[in-house]
């Protein structure tokens, strides 16, 4: 049933909007529609995903949950041990350090940085007015061999190394499928800061009521740095409220 | 429901409808898919750079616009660059930051302005909004060429000034001062003086934005000629925002002027600094003004002031000093008392076209010079070069057969070089070779022995360069008796024999052949060029003499033997001449009239002689330098008697040369002013290659024969290899009409090699390697999307060994595989142990690649093999196989009795915390198992200095690890402590049954006695399968 919903999404995202004509918000209304409708989108509370990260040629298993308020963990199995390289409470990142084994605090800027878009962790798109960002249709491009609307979301600035950039991230809509195949974002701090990266996305499945992309990679300079493959996401399960909180020593 | 079916019918309708409409074209970006460029720099000489910019309140970020590698952006304070314009023409003139939006909007002015013979072209004018992500094109400038200046409003971002310096070969209507004031959307032409004279310098006064100066200037280049300078060049102000100009030459030399140079002082507007290149030698040099342009004085004439103005003519003015200034030369020259007399800057690349001071630190400046930027902290007087910039700009490029294949070239104003197509943690710095100074230009392999040919401009000097004794030999070919001197091209070709591996040819206007690798030379042809007196003017620069020989003219520029037949050797001349000789040199005849639509005298580039018919060539001409930038390629398979055009709409620019493959005559590759074009269909469509491959010059393209790698000599972004392009030898219509086709897979070789690169630092340049792994290659007639795809391996038996990310976009796909399996899964310990990450390498045979496409699933076969060169016997191999999995194995078994073990442990200790009873019999129990754990895993600790013993799982992870990684058989020594770790388990098991049989029965006994559920414990395989 869920297939002939999307088909019939798809079929009438067609239909009302002629690929040429659209807007930007009408590429991402349709994007929405596609993939089980703004309403389903919005109902998402949390995500818990599991699935294999990849590095060049190790493979990790991870969990990730994500909350709709922007909390976060993410934790690996490495050989018995469970490790979080990435955590966000609402207000603070921390991590295991692999060395001591033990949860520190990342520095203030990630912190406010991943804050200012923990709101996107489920979709970057939903309640993007209220979350003041806005939209721009570029021009059309060919992305994966595929024809795509070009969109760039500008949220709000954050501060890297002290000084306040504007964050944005360019997105590619794929035009038959109306869903992003990819999306480019600048590096915003390290010996690779002002080049592009890109993430690119497939195996849209579905995930309670909506389509998620389960397989999530990026690429930087045509080479494949970290691939992300969901096996599971399990849509609005309770969840602990304390994974978010980082231990205390 | 029946609502859904007819959505979902007219759905499949829309779908078909648009099928039919689409059309199999052998073209465009999806052909490609994934197949991406592989950009090995080098950096270390790095290249040309025209301007320079910073940030008005932001020091760190810094901009430098290139000959010919695009806009790169430091964020770092210029320790190191990023580009940011990688989609369009790489050829900069000019950068500006908007005052008022500097974080977001960036303009670029495209062209180059150092109007040097090899200069690229620029296709217009570019603005970013948000910091370089995203160009639009401006439209009004796309015949503009070269843009010199873009000038901002302060205050009103909208309000800007474009000059356009113009077409460089020819006369042009667009040059002119252009004023905008609605950003870009509208402009109008404010000062025009004719066609041609163009824009060299346009300023804006930095304290009132309606006062603007722009220095006019006439020039024009030929072929065999360059003129600075004219009665037209002059020196204008506006004060009224561009509506009025008036001429500034009060103190001005008398006479036609050439290039001039203006610059403002920040901190003193009305001082000007001018460098006028004017008639008369004791004229020329720095002018100064105090009142902002009424009058000037003349306060030097150094060389360093005057010299090659076409190539230096900027000024820098300290921010902060209006005395302190900072000129462009051969070396730069700063000056610290307002231009009366001047320094040379420290030592660097010599050329240099422009600086930046910091805006802060005066002390820190940015200078760009023909081998890339540069950085000073102390005022000019030692200088650094930025690592990471890798944009070299090669005129010819070459390869030789060595494992990996060396690739040889020549660079402008950085000499010639080899290096490696792969090596030990990538391609830095030290990998490359010098082996020429001067400009560098071809540089050809001896078929067989280690030795090379290099050449400096005019064959100056040609190089015969003995690679293993380090032994140079000046061979070039000297005038001798009867004939006239010899005129070589500024850029000299030469050529090696297939047929005969000694052999050596070089062109002047006649044709050299040595057989005896340069040591003697025999001339064997006429004079094959025009021979046209007018074209061989000795006096070129115009104002300033400037003669480099580069625009010495009627020469020969290609030569090609064919490898069919070593008596048909082909020649093409700069004027225009195509030449052939079938009896290797006894009569010459020049075929170029047979060429369809090809104007006079057009430049003949390349000629590829072709391996699939001795009548076989391509020709590529290239008509910029007379101001036609129109591509012409042809193909003849009649020795020239009659040519074919091959170009197509696709190509919008003028190319310079084409590859041919070895194997289908159908694929070619085109080397264009704006990059890489490919075709697979004989020329009928030609497809502009972008994966990461930005669209700079591309001069000249090899084919590595064993590789099957396209290796780019690039002007501006160094060498750009695409590996292994044999899939597009089998692309045809039938297979883009497929859902999924597989190629045939090349075999994979287990390269066995292990070593230590790495010795760059994070601010310097390292090219990625090709990798080893081997590469499963299949077309998608359409992205996959929406449900699951995921690319197996299986061995012939249908086992799974591997899962890898599928590719999915529409085109070609490549997936690599290193070869390696699963890793074993280790016991849970406290700490991580080696062998974890370490997977084992398969075993050479055949496999099936499985592609599972939703429901669908299409496989194909490949193989791989072991190492040819390897000293290894099968025995050996074997046993190092067997031991590996043995090993695997036992890591597993230890595995699942730590996992049974925590079970129990878990088990009891559950029990025991609800039931006190049973506390006696559970805590004997977990002692026990807890006693035996601390033997068999590291249970405290954590993974550095605080690490603990180590126990069974990490010694014996530690030697699977050694054993995997290795290709030999394990050693005696490794043998005996496997065996050693080995009965140390079956101890441990020993142990472990007999906890099992006495503590944990009666466990299970009091568990069944008081109906507790029975523990339940995985078997292996689950437990080996769960993640």
Known sequence: MKTIKLLVALFIAAIAFPTQAQTAEEIVANYHEATGGEEAWKSIKSMAMTGVAGMGPQEFPFTQIVMADGRMQTSIDLQGQKFVPQAFDGEQMWGTNFQTQKAEAMDAEASAQYKAESKDVIDSFIRYKEKGYSLKKLEDKTVEGTDCFTIKLTKKPIVVDGKEEENFTTFYFDKETFVPVMSESTAKSGPGKGSTAQTVYSDYLEAGDVYYAHNIITKFNGQTGQSIKIEKIEVNTDIDDAIFKMPQQ | MKKSYLFIGCLFLLVSLQGVAQEVALKGKELFGDISARQIGPALMSGRIIDMETHPTNAQVIYTGTAGGGVWKSNDGGASYAPIFEDHIQSIGQVAVDPTDPDQTVWVGTGEI?????????????????????????????????????????????????????????????????????GGDTWKKILYVDNTTGVADLIMDPKNPNVLYASMWEFRRTAWNFNSGGEKSALYKSTDGGATWNKIHTGFPAGKLGRIAVAVAPSDTNRIYAVIESEKDEDKGLYVSNNAGSSWEKTNGDFGLTVRPFYFSRIVVDPKNPDILIKGGLSGSISRDGGKTFKALGNMHSDIHDFVFDIHNSDIMHAGTDGGVYRSWNGGTTMEIVGNLPLSQFYHISVDNAEPYRIYGGLQDNGSWYGPSSSPGGIEARDWVRVGVGDGFRVLPHPTKEILYSEMQGADNVWRYDMERNYTKNVKPLPVAGYDDLRFNWNPPMATSTHQPDRFYMGSQFLHVSEDMGDSWKIISPDLTTNDPAKQGKNSGGLSADNSGAETHTTIFTIAESPIDEKVIWVGTDDGNLQITKDGGENWKNVVANVPGLPANTWVYHIEASVHGKGTAYAVFDGHASGDMKPYV???????????????????????????????????????????????????????????????????????????????????????????????????????EKKVHFFDAKPGIMVEEGGFGGGSTELQFVGPNPGTSVAIKYYLNKRHTFGKMSLEIQDM???????????????????????????????????FALGGFTAPRAKAGMYKAVLKKSKDTYETTFEIKNDPNSFISSPERKAQYDTTRDLMKEQEDLAYLVYELDEMVKAATSLKDTDAKATKVAQALIDELTALKETL??????????????????????????????????SQPQLDNIKLLTDRFDDAKTDFAKIKSKQFAKLEKYMAKNNVPALSIDSLEDFLKAK
């Open chain 2, 797 to 831: 038996d249908g086992n799974l060994i591997t899962e890898l990310g599928a590719g999915k976009s529409k085109g070609i796909n490549i997936v690599r595989w290193n070869y390696s399996e699963k890793p074993p899964k280790l016991a849970a310990a406290k700490t």
């Open chain 2, 114 to 182: 150092w109007t040097r013979n090899s200069v690229s072209i620029g296709a217009g004018l570019f603005k970013t909004t948000d910091g370089g992500s995203n160009w639009k094109e401006i439209a009004g400038f796309e015949n503009s060429e070269r843009i010199s200046g873009i000038e901002i409003h302060p205050k009103d971002g909208n309000v800007a000034y474009v000059g356009v310096l113009g077409a460089l070969w020819s006369d042009s209507d667009d040059r002119g001062v252009y004023k905008t004031t609605d």
């Open chain 2, 937 to 970: 895993v590291v249970t405290t600790g954590d993974n550095y200095v605080g690490t603990a013993p180590l126990q069974l799982r990490e010694k014996l992870s530690a030697i699977y690890a050694d054993v995997a990684a290795n290709f030999e058989a394990p």
């Open chain 2, 634 to 736: 042809y193909k003849t398979t009649d020795y020239g008697a009659s040519w074919k055009d091959i170009t197509s709409d696709d190509l919008t620019l003028f190319a310079r040369n084409i590859q041919e493959d070895y194997e289908n005559e159908n694929l070619l590759f085109l080397g264009a002013e704006d990059g890489l074009y490919i075709t697979v269909d004989g020329g009928a469509n030609w497809s502009h290659f972008t994966n990461n491959f930005p669209p700079t010059a591309v001069h000249f393209i090899d084919l590595q024969k064993q590789t099957n790698d396209i290796v780019c000599g690039t002007h501006g972004r160094g060498v750009i290899i695409v590996d292994d392009i044999s899939v597009l030898r089998s692309v045809t219509p039938e297979i883009l």
